[in-house]
């Protein structure tokens, strides 16, 4: 099982239980802002700490 499979099963029973949830793919992020944001570490931070914001900063 991948980790967008699982993200979206917990999604899937967090609904079922009346919670809201959203899910937030690193990889739909990457095609929608374009995959300039990396993946090492220090560049996933400030990607989470951009989605969280809604919008990227330049760099």
Known sequence: ????????EVV???RQDGRTVTLL???VM???WGDNLGHMLEVRKKTQAVS????????
Request: positive net charge.
């Open 12 to 14: 899937r029973l967090a």
């Open 25 to 27: 793919d690193g990889d």
């Open 30 to 32: 990457r095609r929608v």
């Open 1 to 8: 099982m991948g980790k967008t499979t699982l993200a979206e």
């Open 52 to 59: 969280t914001r809604g919008y990227v900063n330049p760099v």
